[in-house]
């Protein structure tokens, strides 16, 4: 709540608590060069144009969410990103975080501004994490196993999905992605659990669209005999 701080700069901290700088709507720029971790909602409210942590590798939950004016993310070094860590940060449109290997429930929810995801070692995506980004049009997640319910859905501008090695899909995982033409799962080594056909819900992959889901040649008819991929068997491409 210091309402009129506008700099902070701490070369020599580590750690950032909970609320440390909650709600100090004026904090426009930060500097912490050598910080490892940041706790619950550490920035959260804060004016905020960019976001730079060369070391940080952890981000706790809620930590820059709301922070509306901020356009730039990157962690290099950040490895988990908790619950709702950037929800509602509806300037962010570029984000880095080339060492992450697991994205919370809801942490980029509402992100409106955001237009690609790429998470080249993020294995886990939760619930809600990326709803609502409506300007996302491609999501890149090569090692991604699971892909929880909610995680793309309402992403109305999202035309490409890859999620090459996924075993793992939820009910409504990328349900009202309207613009939603091609899906890759196409280094599977075994058939992609399907929970439901709803995860395809108002997109171009369901069972009445035009959309492919691209798959390795040699699985091709197990996916198409397997629960509830049969239902969308005309949507499956062998690859």
């Avoid at 720029?29 to 004016?47: D, G």
């Avoid at 995801?117 to 090692?143: D, E, H, I, R």
């Avoid at 793309?152 to 349900?175: D, E, G, M, R, V």
Wanted: some cysteine; aromatic content about 14%; glycine content about 4%.
């Amino acid at each position: 709540n210091c309402n009129k701080l506008t700099t902070a700069s701490f070369p020599q901290c580590t750690y950032i608590s909970s609320y440390a700088f909650y709600y100090c709507t004026s904090l426009t720029t930060i500097s912490f060069p050598v910080c490892t971790a940041i706790s619950i909602s550490a920035f959260r409210y804060c004016k905020l144009t960019n976001a730079s942590f060369p070391v940080c590798s952890a981000i706790g939950s809620y930590a820059f969410a709301n922070c509306t004016a901020l356009t730039t993310a990157s962690f290099p070094k950040c490895t988990t990103i908790n619950t709702g860590t950037f929800t509602s940060c509806t300037s962010l449109t570029t984000i880095s975080f080339s060492v992450c290997t697991s994205i919370g429930n809801s942490a980029f929810t509402n992100c409106t501004a955001l237009t690609t995801a790429s998470f080249p070692q993020c294995s886990y995506v939760g619930s809600y994490a990326f709803y609502n980004c409506n300007k996302l049009t491609m999501a890149s997640f090569p090692k991604c196993t699971t892909i929880r319910s909610y995680t793309f859905a309402n992403c109305t501008a999202l035309t490409i999905a890859s999620f090459p090695k996924c075993k793992y899909i939820s009910s409504y995982a990328l349900t009202s992605c309207t613009a939603l033409s091609s899906l890759y799962l196409n280094q599977v080594t075994s058939v992609t659990t399907l929970q439901n056909v709803n995860a395809f819900d108002s997109t171009p992959l369901s069972a009445g669209g035009t959309g492919k889901i691209y798959v390795p040649s040699s699985l091709l008819a197990s996916f198409k005999a397997a629960t509830n991929w049969s239902t969308l068997s005309a949507r499956l491409v062998g690859m």
